[in-house]
């Protein structure tokens, strides 16, 4: 299976696996933020549309909102990261994602910058 990696410039990676996008938090992300603390999900959300907030998130250094990079419709969230949000801070993509998508527009995905 191709696995493709982009990045957002508000400091998310998205991850095309299959048809399937892992959204997470990139290096940049983290560095913006500063550790992080706390986190909260909207666990309701059938689908995600591009800027639509995918967490609120309190750091060392910041108090925000995360925003979609993509639209598409939710395969899955990280719920582990409301007991545990400290995950974030980790650089392991296994730890550090958010949610998941699919049928996601190509186009979007393509639209994301290759750098961090």
Known sequence: MEKQMKYSENGLWVLKEGDNYRIGLSEKGQDDLGEVMFVELPNTLDEVRENDVLLGVEGAKAVTELLSPLTGVVVQFHAELTDNPE?????????????ELKDVEPDAFEKLSAEV
Do not use: F, P
């Open 87 to 99: 995950q974030l801070n980790s650089m392991d993509k296994n730890d550090n994602w958010i949610l």
